[in-house]
Nanobody, 113 residues
Framework: VQLQASGGGLVQPGGSLRLSCAASGSIFRFNVMGWYRQAPGKQRELVAAISSGGLTNYADSLKGRFTISRDSAKNTVYLQMNNLKPEDTAVYYC????????WGQGTLVTVSS
């Protein structure tokens, strides 16, 4: 299984970005796809996750600004990020959880004026 993340970049505070992560390979039908992030000097933390059944889970501090969704037919998960703040600057990783966990390569999001 391979995960290919994309959509990161430089954005000004208050701006928006949409991250995508496409999974390919032999994927277990029942799974959870999620986004994590790691800022410099900090531990990796959960941003949001969504199950194959559509159940979602968000970090409390990000509710209302970030929205996770998925296209199961394409094995792709999205993260819509609105009203971005400098503290959202991090490398964002996608993860596919099933019988085995897989991580994508990460995409850098920089929020700066």
């Amino acid at each position: 299984v391979q995960l290919q993340a994309s959509g990161g970049g430089l954005v000004q505070p208050g701006g928006s970005l949409r991250l995508s992560c496409a999974a390919s390979g032999s994927i277990f039908r029942f799974n959870v796809m999620g986004w994590y992030r790691q800022a410099p000097g900090k531990q990796r933390e959960l941003v949001a996750a969504i199950s194959s059944g559509g159940l979602t889970n968000y970090a409390d501090s990000l509710k209302g600004r970030f929205t996770i969704s998925r296209d199961s037919a394409k094995n792709t998960v999205y993260l819509q990020m609105n009203n971005l703040k400098p503290e959202d600057t991090a490398v964002y990783y996608c993860k596919l959880s099933g019988p085995v966990e897989y991580w994508g390569q990460g995409t850098l999001v920089t929020v700066s004026s």
